[in-house]
């Protein structure tokens, strides 16, 4: 798709895909990009940070687990776009304001699939754990979350992905990352950077997953020994 | 904060909801949207994933189709559909500008939620009530409509729930592109520093995205009676894995 001019992007010419383009926004794509993984990696932190309490309160009173189910479908339910202006009053258009907001949604994801992963742990286990003498504290990191860490990465698979998504909506409030490239690609009808910065946007999303899924692998090499049998 | 004074005084002026411009019938124009985008979907995923998941083939797409459209960001699609010569943002009938490229997108992006739900609905039928069935002498197709459908009914519809919230939530990003919807009253109140305006738009899009989740609950229960009891343990037997069930925010 090699241009017949010397630019492939020019007032006559608007072609998807240009080299030229590459070279002569460098600066720009990198910036953009490195924005983009920034507030991604910061929003799942965070809701990682969050979801994690909660998941363990909610596991140990009942009543609190329907109530933290229900928040968070209710967040979840919210689009992004009413997310995001509904921030603003609290913390300005800020990149805050997008990374607050994106691990909200994240958080969401990440308590369900903590519940779930807990639930997925058997109880005869627990429970020689427990005649062994294992502690409440030592039973958690030594027992609960290792067997539950499957569940609690496919939800941090999905939770990651979807955040990578996420971020160019915070081109409305001008920290978008790759989405402040599309949206400007969109106003100034560049076909170049819009698709540029869209393939970027899966690319991204396609090799945070891949990290995970490896992290995973070293995480739990059990798992791995079982697939192979 | 002056902010919410200025969201209060937008929302409480009648003129706000009135007229071309107006909340009320932007809101109308979403829920067309919504709607249409839902069907169109529905038509086309629906017997697609029914009918594999009556074959049990293409397991591995009907799967990894939510995967897929969860890495595809709605925003770049859009802005895709809208910069290309075709759909561009020419004027679609009732669904404004830009309302071609708009259905396609929401169409496309309501599509995986309703295929997995539905694929894994009809492949989670027992199999001994489907070799009963075949015991029985039942044909293929009176498999489908009376053994298999039934029971997969109740995951076909939460999929189809899914969609809808998605697909609302996805009518409100077309207005990044300047397309139709209520989100056009949070980016133009974006756009114009009228910050009181934008979260108004946002309060108004996020209830109407509260009321749809419950109508939608509501009506779930009344399709599908005697369910109350069954059907949260076939939801979180399938949220074991939260791929297939997790929708995308838009």
């Known amino acids: 798709m090699s241009a017949d001019g010397p630019t492939c992007y020019s007032r006559l010419t608007n072609e998807w895909i240009c080299k030229q383009y590459l070279e002569d926004f460098r600066p720009e794509i990198q910036h953009a990009t490195i924005e983009h993984l920034e507030i991604t990696a910061l929003s799942v932190l965070l809701g990682l940070v969050i979801a994690f309490p909660l998941a363990l309160l909610a596991r140990r009173f009942v009543r609190l687990e329907s109530l933290v189910v229900g928040v968070a479908t209710g967040i979840y339910t919210i689009p992004s776009l009413a997310l995001l202006p509904l921030m603003v009053p609290f913390t300005g258009l800020s990149k805050t304001t997008v990374v607050i907001a994106l691990a909200l949604y994240a958080l969401t994801i990440l308590v369900r699939s903590m519940l779930e992963g807990f639930r997925a742990v058997p109880d005869e286990v627990v429970e020689s754990a427990r005649g062994l003498g294992y502690g409440t504290g030592r039973l958690l990191v030594r027992i609960e979350l290792p067997l539950a860490l499957p569940v609690i990465m496919a939800g941090l698979r999905v939770a990651t992905v979807s955040t990578v998504a996420l971020t160019t909506i915070g081109s409305l409030v001008a920290y978008g990352g790759l989405g402040n490239l599309i949206k400007e690609g969109v106003t100034t009808n560049f076909r170049a950077e819009l698709f540029t910065a869209s393939v970027l946007c899966v690319v991204l999303a396609v090799a945070l997953d891949v990290v995970i899924v490896l992290t995973q692998r070293l995480l739990t090499p059990w798992t791995r020994r079982g697939a192979t049998a | ?250």
């Open chain 2, 1 to 250: 904060m002056i902010v919410f004074r200025d969201t209060w005084r937008y929302l409480t002026t009648w003129a706000n909801w009135t007229g071309d411009a107006g909340m009320l019938h932007l809101m109308q124009q979403q829920l067309l949207l919504t709607i249409t985008a839902l069907l169109m979907a529905s038509v086309v995923g629906l017997p697609l994933a029914l009918w594999l998941g009556h074959l049990g083939r293409g397991g591995f797409l009907a799967i990894n189709i939510t995967n897929i459209g969860r890495a595809i960001p709605t925003f770049a699609l859009l802005a895709l559909f809208v910069t290309a010569d075709f759909p561009g943002v020419r004027e679609f009938g009732p669904y404004g500008r830009a309302g071609l490229a708009t259905l396609l997108a929401l169409a496309l992006f309501a599509l995986p939620p309703i295929i997995t739900n539905s694929y894994v609905a009809v492949r989670e039928v027992p199999d001994d009530v489907k070799e009963a069935a075949v015991g029985m002498g039942m044909t293929g197709a009176q498999r489908f409509f009376r053994v298999e459908l039934p029971l997969a009914l109740p995951l076909i519809a939460s999929g189809v729930r899914l969609a809808l919230v998605q697909v609302w939530a996805t009518a409100t990003i077309a207005a990044l592109v300047a397309g139709p919807g209520l989100g056009r009253v949070i980016t133009d109140g974006f756009f114009r520093t009228n910050y009181g305006k934008g979260i108004a738009g946002a309060v108004v899009v996020g209830l109407v995205a509260l009321v749809l989740e419950l109508l939608a609950a509501t009506l779930q229960r009344l399709v599908t009676p005697g369910s109350n009891g069954s059907s949260p343990k076939r939801d979180s037997a399938l949220s074991a894995d939260p791929s297939t069930v997790a929708a995308d925010v838009g």
